[in-house]
């Protein structure tokens, strides 16, 4: 802690004002709880033995942003030590399921995880939207157009998320009255012989041809 603290202390120097170029000794990565080290020495620009300078303080930035694992990126200086800091977006450790009963959980979660969110993945800040989005979506296309989405997030250790999706699918959309305009030369009765889609009649409830989808 002492050691974070005084690198802390360096970041706040080293980012108010511009610095002299030194010559890189040591790279020390501060903040790293799940990411490899290694993935970071891949995707940074700059290797001991290197010159340091300001311009590549906005390179190693924009390629650690570029992982797409970071919410922040702090990077200061020890002496001739090149220090980075990053706060990294945690994972999702586990998605689970609440309420459906109309659609089974795996084909809601491979629906999900064609949208890019899966166990695994890193949790960005437009996961949540995306997911309410993907699931009423999926709920919408079966005529379950009242369905709700709410979604709890539990913090999981080595900074993971753990998902809790509770989900009310609604009721699905019934056709009460089919309206048919311009025939002439074919009665409604005759038209409607042929859709598979029915009025809601008291006995639509045995063939469930009067849901809407």
């Known amino acids: 802690m002492k050691k974070i603290a005084l690198y802390f202390l360096a970041f706040i120097s080293f980012s108010a004002a511009a610095f002299d170029e030194f010559l890189i000794t040591d790279i ?34 924009r390629a650690l942003f570029a992982t797409a694992q970071f919410n922040d990126i702090q990077i200061g200086k020890d002496g001739n030590a090149l220090i980075i800091s990053v706060l990294e977006r945690p994972s999702i450790s586990a998605i689970e399921l609440e309420g459906n009963k109309a659609l089974k959980s795996e084909d809601l979660l491979k629906g999900l995880e064609g949208a890019g969110i899966a166990e695994g993945q890193v949790y960005k800040r437009s996961t949540l939207n995306g997911m309410k989005s993907e699931l009423v979506r999926q709920y919408a296309s079966q005529g379950r157009y009242g369905a709700d989405v709410e979604i709890e997030t539990i913090d999981k250790p080595r900074n993971t998320i753990e998902l809790k999706i509770i989900i009310d699918e609604g009721e699905s959309a019934k056709i009460k009255k089919v309206n048919i305009i311009g025939n002439e030369l074919f009665s409604d009765e005759d038209l409607m012989t042929s859709f598979e889609l029915k009025e809601g009649k008291w006995y639509a409830f045995l063939s469930n041809k009067n849901k809407y989808s």
Do not use: C, H, W, Y
């Open 28 to 61: 020390r990565i501060v903040g790293l709880q799940r990411v490899s080290i290694g993935s970071i020495f891949t995707a940074i620009p700059v290797n001991v033995g290197d010159t340091m300078n300001q311009g590549k303080v906005s390179e190693i930035s």
